[in-house]
């Protein structure tokens, strides 16, 4: 699928990964719906960014967490644009935690943003989609889905189920609708870290470096544009999974 004329949906998409996501689909023509949760302020700059490059951009509000919210969202953005071609589940919880002090409040947030509201999110989508019998759909994941993380139990969990989530509805919403998924390693380090935290974190890579959004947006413009792919996962790592 060409993104020129195209409509895409990126979760997330008022900061960081997700914005960069965004902002590769409106350079390569597609009109951007910017969903935020609660970040209002960057989402407004970020539909401006996008507006600036020619395309059409609006900005909405939604607690993915919500399938009222999720289906009301839909609803919304198919009443401002009258149609949808690509959805990127991009939004996304990463909470750091020791296995036995995890609560069930603490695995809810997580399960429920990073694959409960993927799923529901791709069933409204679907719906759209099928109006003109075409559509792509691109889930974010994490090299996590594929390494036990001891520390982040729930979040390594919540994104190994969205890889097989890729696939079953991959299956179930064939020959119409693709979906894929991007497994990003470290592309976008927490602020915190400090450059010997960083330098530490290339070197665990193969390629000895770190990526960047740039490189996860490439990606996923590939996935969208490449029309005999379905039901599959690129990592994005510069080789960390090789080396464990």
Known sequence: M??????????????????????????????????????AEAA?????EFSRL???????????TDTHQISSLFARIDEAFGRLDILVNNAARFEKKPVHEITPEDWDKTLDLNLRAPFFCSQCAAHLMQRTERGVIINIADVGSFQPWSGYA????SKAGLVMMTRVLARALAPDIRVNG???????PPDDLTAEDLKELAGLTAL???GAPD??????LFLVTSDYITGETIVVDGGKLLKG
Request: zero cysteines; aromatic letters at 2%.
């Open 2 to 39: 060409e993104p020129t004329g195209k409509i895409a949906l990126v979760t997330g998409a008022a900061r960081r990964l997700g914005r960069a996501i965004a902002r590769g689909l409106a350079e390569a023509g597609a009109s951007i719906a910017v969903h935020h949760h609660d970040s």
């Open 44 to 48: 407004e700059q970020a539909v401006h």
């Open 54 to 64: 020619g395309v059409r951009a609006e900005a909405f509000q939604a607690d993915l």
């Open 154 to 157: 729930h979040h390594s969990i």
């Open 182 to 188: 991007v497994a990003p390693g470290p592309v976008l």
């Open 208 to 210: 000895k470096r770190l």
């Open 215 to 220: 490189d996860v947006s490439r990606t996923v």
